[in-house]
């Protein structure tokens, strides 16, 4: 399992050493056939490859309160039978670029400018952060998950200049009337908690030099 370390200056006098830990999923062939044919049903985009051009990081939690029964869902390239709200949007399972354990633990699962379904309509232009947690809707996501995610909103930004927003899964929404949203079919929607007002106010009030969502 490769180990990428970084350093993060989270006060003037506080250093914390972070990894990222390479935890690949599978995206073979079918995933990304798959994939393509997402794109070309839920954007009407006829693609050669499945890479992106981050606008957006998207901050989730998992709805599961184990990071490996978590990462077990997100091992299948086709989506489990018991996720009939999403199953209508297609047969590609959900997936995510980073996952990050309730003791701040990062894993990346996937290339950074591949696509993953992870919030509809804008998929093809977000990064998606997944926090072990929220399992029956609990606020419990730890204050060492912050830590992890003010890190790595920083690194992606420093990565890729494209990146303009920081915005949770609740706010997804908020993006359908601007250039970023790309779903064409008006009926598929979700309602969506994570990761929730308290997390989200928290990871804004130490980041600086991204956009909120465009919520009224």
């Known amino acids: 399992m490769k180990k990428i370390f970084f350093m993060l200056l989270i ?3 506080t250093l914390f050493a972070y990894e990222i830990i390479q935890t690949p999923i599978p995206f073979d062939e079918e995933r990304i056939a798959l994939t393509k044919e997402y794109i070309k049903t839920h954007y009407n985009l006829n693609v050669t490859d499945i890479k992106i051009v981050p606008k957006i990081i998207f901050i989730h939690y998992t709805a599961l309160d184990s990071y490996k029964k978590t990462l077990k869902r997100f091992m ?3 989506l489990p039978s018991d996720r009939p709200l999403i199953k209508k949007g297609g047969m590609l399972n959900v997936s995510t670029h980073f996952l990050i354990e309730q003791n701040g633990t990062i894993h990346q699962l996937m290339p950074l ?9 804008l998929n093809y232009n977000s990064i998606g952060i997944e926090n072990v947690g929220g399992e029956k809707e609990k606020d419990n996501l730890t204050p060492e998950q912050l830590q992890a ?3 790595l909103v920083n690194y992606l930004k420093k990565k890729f200049s494209t990146i303009e927003y920081v915005a949770g899964h609740q706010e997804y929404k908020c993006f359908d009337k601007t250039t970023l949203w790309l779903e064409v079919d008006k009926t598929y929607r979700t309602d969506k908690r994570d990761p929730g007002k308290r997390f989200l106010k928290e990871l804004r009030a130490n980041i600086k030099g991204f956009k909120e969502a465009p919520c009224d």
């Open 113 to 121: 400018d591949f696509m993953a379904r992870h919030v509809i309509g």
């Open 149 to 151: 995610n003010i890190f």
């Open 76 to 78: 299948p390239s086709e």
């Open 11 to 13: 006060t003037p006098f």
